[in-house]
């Protein structure tokens, strides 16, 4: 009995080696992997220092005048600098990594041994595959859930000592906030939270049903609950046929589905929301009936799009530098930079033709992909075998 057990368990064990990642990573792998994890690193690093220095040249006059403390320089914006455009960039830094040791390794023949020693290209795509999975991962995670929280610090440092500008007020609002609810604010305050002159019309089958009003709405921020308000001087009217009951006070607890974010919006204020957050923020302002969510959702896409970027721009720049040439890899690194940054400008246009002229954000955010993974098959079918 105990030895069926101990075969029994064998026969398990058996089977979980065939899912051991490490089983299929071999020591060309873990070569391959580290120098370009390696020259990935190196890359941001270089290129952001370089940005920051830039930067510092630009904006220091502004942070003297505005009297922005030091620490708040070093922590609040350039701790979420760094991040913030390291992401956005992540598909220029894969290409120049990939370009940048591949021709290193085609120069030194390397890769030329390797094809004689039977190793296919396609079996070399591998650990560029492994390394790009990595990197996408990465990005995809700090980009939806991580950066989005520096994006506000960072928004907040800028508005105050850079910028010295932020949307703190709005008037004649309206918004649907939930089937047949109409909510209506003839002034909104950001900064303290406030509301002046609100309404709220509830209706039912097309005929109005409740009328409140109330010449201040305040959000109470530290209430448990979302969508906590605390109405001044109101007066609810409630509508039964030709009855009609009114109901007033001097302050009264209420639960209206709308939050302060609803009321104002500002720039780049979709990029301070995680995924999670952009998501359900898009379903709430869709089921509202709004309109003005075509941004948010070409945000949403764009990080995911973004993601698969990196297995896209690393099979063209495998192809593009796998092979030895006379002359060095001056040529395909231009090729490769060029690339990259025709890939950054296309992103950015498709994302403005989403916003202004109603292409579908799922569409806008994907085209540079589907372009780029056309020259991705065309560079690989010219890559050596």
Known sequence: ????????????????????????????????????????????????????VFDINENLAKFSTNGAPLKAIVFDYYANFVPYFANLFSPLFVFIAVIFFTSNLAGNSEIIAMLAAGVSFKRLLRPYMISAALIAAANFYLGGFVIPKGNQVKMEFESKYKNNKKTVSATNVQLMVAPGVIAYLQQYDAQT??????????????????????????????????????????????????????????????????????????????????????????SKQIDRGSTNVVQYEVEYHKRIATSFASFILTIIGVSLSSRKRKGGMGLYLGIGLALSFSYILLQTISSTFAVNADTPALLAAWIPNILYLFIAYLCYRQAPN
């Not at 009328?211 to 007066?235: E, F, G, L």
């Open 193 to 282: 939270q406030t509301g002046y002159g609100f309404s709220l019309d509830k209706f039912e089958n097309k005929k109005l049903v409740s009328h409140m009003t109330a010449s201040v709405i305040r959000y109470d921020s530290i209430s448990d609950s979302r969508y906590h308000w605390k109405a001044q001087n109101y007066k609810i009217r409630t509508l039964k046929g030709l009855r009609e009951e009114i109901q007033s006070g001097a302050v009264i607890d209420t639960l209206v589905q709308m939050e302060p974010m609803d009321l104002i919006y500002s720039d780049g204020q979709s990029e301070t929301l995680t995924s999670s957050e952009l998501h359900r923020y898009i």
């Open 1 to 52: 009995m105990k030895v069926a057990k101990y075969l029994r368990w064998l026969k398990y064990l058996r089977y979980l080696n065939y899912i051991n990642p490490f089983r299929y990573v071999s020591r060309l792998d873990r070569y391959l992997i580290a120098k370009f994890i390696g020259t990935y690193i190196f890359a941001i690093v270089l290129i952001i220092s370089i940005s920051i």
